[in-house]
């Protein structure tokens, strides 16, 4: 079994989020394996249906349990009402409570009782490299994402069926089942849209003519993304917070094989110097840096920065206590001047600052003042 770098603290009740098929339910059964634990699932209809008409139904059951200390219950944004139960126990009883979910949006949009504290936050995410170790390869997960349910899988073909059926079954189950949206065809067409701008600065307008839709209904429908984790957005640098709305941010998929899935382009072959090549591998190394910071717990701030001329850096990781962190991020096996350039002539405009250079050529140099690092030494250099 593939060790996960999330730890939840055993300690106290804890949420642990994470996508669909990201491997909650999992790395719950392997964290509980020797404790005996009372669990819910609410993805079996018979249960949701039982705890959504009495959640008073959970109390009862463990009222019979005197020797069960840990409760675990899969997806609770099915039964927001399960948590004012939940908060009961913990206070009268002293149970520890582990709760998953793919979706904050039922618990934000109903005012849910989210315990003030008393469950600590977790988030999960498709496998990152150091997960896998040697099972890694780089051009799998360019092309097909990490999901843990492709390991199972041995045929190109078999994983684009795997993702096309998790990318409907995200708009049955997320989406339409949970009535989120009143109309269908534009959101269906709102997806392949913006995973085909994917990690590119968003325009509400634009989108909304694509899709036949308003800019009101196109900005509700990145909020759904976010809501349901399957995306994030990453805001533009400013050194002042005011000031970091004046440009639009990126929005990025939270897998690569989701995101082909949903621009129909599993069937492009990923080919080192294309442009597709280039642009996967930088979503793949941003991918990378914010699941590791997370796990981390660092509290690291990630931005980007385009000036007015449309010089980019594609990230600006701000890390307390330590100088400002400036990556740019270069598919390239061979990485030369004109790789760093605008690197090097951007980093003038911080007090304090580290540039790094993340690729795929295998030797570390230092040009124009930038470390240049293969990708993987490059990230624990940023992160570490």
Request: hydrophobic content about 40%.
């Amino acid at each position: 079994m593939i060790r996960r770098f999330a730890n939840p603290l055993k300690s106290n009740s804890f949420f642990l989020f994470g996508a669909r098929g990201t491997g909650k339910s999992t790395l719950l059964k392997s964290l509980f394996k020797n404790e005996k634990a009372f669990w819910v699932d609410l993805l079996i209809p018979e249960q949701e249906d039982l705890y959504s008409r009495r959640p008073q139904e959970l109390l009862e059951r463990l009222e019979e349990l005197q020797d069960v200390r840990w409760v675990i219950i899969d997806e609770i944004q099915k039964i927001p009402r399960l948590l004012d139960v939940v908060h009961s126990l913990i206070e009268g009883r002293g149970l520890k409570f582990a709760m998953t979910g793919s979706s904050a949006r039922k618990l934000k949009r109903g005012s849910a009782n989210l315990l003030a504290g008393r469950a600590f936050v977790n988030n999960l995410f498709p496998f990152c490299h150091f997960e896998l170790g040697e099972q890694f390869d780089l051009g799998e997960a360019l092309s097909h994402g990490t999901l843990p349910g492709l390991l199972r899988l041995k045929t190109a073909e078999e994983k684009r069926a795997f993702l096309h059926a998790y990318a409907l079954v995200y708009l049955k189950e997320e989406i339409w089942a949970e009535h989120v949206i009143r109309k269908m065809e534009p959101f269906r067409n709102f997806l392949e849209v913006a995973a085909q701008g994917n990690g590119e600065p968003v325009n509400h307008a634009k989108i909304a003519r694509d899709v036949s839709t308003n800019d009101n209904n196109v900005r509700g429908y990145y909020q759904i993304l976010e809501d349901t984790l399957l995306g994030f957005l990453l805001e533009p640098y400013h050194a002042s917070i005011r000031k970091r709305q004046t440009r639009a941010p990126k929005f990025y998929f939270f897998d690569l094989g989701v995101k082909r899935a949903l621009d129909r382009t599993l069937h492009v072959p990923m080919l080192p110097g294309t442009y597709e090549y280039g642009k996967a591998f930088e979503h793949f190394i941003i991918l990378e840096l914010l699941r590791w910071s997370h796990y981390r717990q660092n509290d690291f701030r990630f931005s980007y920065l385009r000036t007015r001329d449309d010089l980019e850096i594609d990230l600006v990781i701000e890390r307390p206590g330590r100088p400002v962190a400036l990556v740019e991020i270069k598919s390239t096996d061979r990485v030369g001047d004109d790789d760093v350039k605008v690197l090097a002539r951007l980093s003038g405009g911080f007090k304090e600052s580290e540039s790094f250079c993340l690729s795929r050529d295998p030797h570390p140099k230092r040009i124009q003042g930038v470390r240049a690092l293969p990708w993987k030494a490059g990230i624990a250099s940023v992160l570490g």
